[in-house]
């Protein structure tokens, strides 16, 4: 049976109704036979009907053992590293999502919670910037927005050897193109915000373990702070579930046609998209996904800040709007939007340029995304040109 036929099928009939759509418990508390006597559900928080069931089949899709759902990807990711301890350290991927870099940086510091950065894509650096300390290896693999390509089952090996935890953020991918836990990792993070969810109206995190052991301690954790993902929500990501292989193969399909677009336009320097074989690491990304997704990010020959806003100011299509992984076209300037609360220094080397934009590819009919993207850099370049600015090529 293929992926897309199992998953279908691993979204409940109602056994009480037939209803082929699950429903909403939208209740706060069950009513008990007798004190702590009940049918598996006491108080709304601890756990509900609904929400479970995303559970269940986020942890299917993933090949974990088990799934909790959060009210953000951000509060997904706090109850992962509640799994330490102070003194303990954190080895994460240099390119990282501005949020958790803001939650590393503002909250968990002050707690003595130490994070090092490094470039993750080369084994070499990871290896080398191991201590005694760290007790979490952190990857974004593809990353956010550079799409850099870490090889996870190599350094699953390297975690497993130093007995350190190894959580991936399968945010981009989706486990239709990829499933970390396969390849050794321990913890699998979303933001089912993108692509899970589907549709840009929902806010939701999802974390997936490995064993039923650190899944319990996730749900212990989630319990003790709270932060629950509604019922309603819930529904709505099991929704978007329904069609996830549909909508992410053509999102990846969209995507490739826009970066060979952009790969040759003169006014662009560079394109982040594994997918092209010019990528720096496409054969890992061709080795560990079944696909390259839906995100294309690429640079101007004019790199700055105000040829980016050009740009981005001037799509009709492609929506200037925080996020990602929905039907429609989303566009972004992660200097000044996504990645703004990390240093201008350490964003830069990171690759993450001042004329970076990230575009998040959308259903439509990939030749009319393409059409907004020319004219939108027409415009650009043409605006560069009466005021002077540096040029596009």
């Known amino acids: 049976m293929s992926n897309a036929t199992q998953l279908i099928h691993s979204i409940p009939v109602d056994p009480l109704t037939g209803s082929i759509s699950v429903p909403i418990y939208q209740t706060s508390t069950f009513v008990q036979d007798a004190p702590g006597e009940h049918k598996g559900y006491d108080y709304a928080r601890t756990n509900n009907p609904t929400r479970e069931t995303l559970e269940k089949i986020t942890a299917l899709l993933e090949g974990g053992e088990r799934a909790s759902a959060f009210a953000s990807g951000l509060a997904a990711i706090d109850a992962v590293v509640k799994l330490l301890e102070t003194g303990d350290e954190i080895l994460a991927v240099d390119d990282i999502y501005g949020g958790a870099f803001r939650l590393f940086t503002h909250i968990y510091a ?5 994070v090092n950065y490094t470039d993750t894509t ?10 005694p300390k760290t007790k979490l290896i952190w990857l974004e693999t593809p990353t956010n927005p550079t799409l850099k390509i870490s090889d996870i089952e190599t350094i699953a090996a390297i975690a497993k050897q130093n007995n350190i935890l190894l959580c991936v953020d399968n945010t981009f991918a989706s486990p239709v193109l990829q499933q970390p836990i396969k390849l050794g990792a321990d913890i699998v993070i979303h933001s ?4 899970l969810g589907g549709h840009s109206d ?11 052991e650190l899944g319990d301690k996730i749900k212990f954790i989630q319990n003790a702070s709270g932060a629950i993902l509604s019922p309603h929500d819930s529904w709505l990501v099991i929704r978007g579930i329904e069609t996830l292989h549909l909508r992410v193969n053509e999102h990846s399909r969209n995507a490739l046609a826009v970066a060979q677009y952009l790969e040759n336009h003169p006014a662009i320097d560079k394109v982040f998209y594994p997918g092209l074989k010019s990528h720096p690491n496409h054969d890992i990304a061709a ?7 839906g995100i294309v990010s690429f640079t101007l020959k004019n790199n700055t800040e105000d040829a980016a806003r050009l740009v981005v100011c001037n799509t009709k299509l492609f929506k200037l709007a925080e996020s990602l992984g929905g039907v429609k076209s989303l566009l972004c300037h992660p200097a000044q939007m996504t990645h703004k609360s990390i240093p201008a220094d350490k964003r830069r080397a990171a690759g993450v340029a001042d004329s970076l934009v990230r575009l998040s590819v959308g259903l439509e009919e990939v030749d009319d995304l393409i059409h907004d993207i020319e004219q939108a850099l027409n415009k650009a370049q043409t605006f560069v040109a009466e005021i ?6």
């Open 122 to 131: 080369d084994i070499a650096n990871v290896i080398d910037a191991i201590t």
């Open 202 to 212: 929902l806010i939701a995190g999802l974390v997936v373990s490995a064993t039923q």
């Open 110 to 114: 002050k707690f003595g919670i130490k």
């Open 287 to 293: 080795k560990q996904q079944k696909g390259f997704g």
């Open 388 to 393: 002077k600015l540096p040029a596009f090529q």
């Open 192 to 195: 089912a915000t993108k692509y």
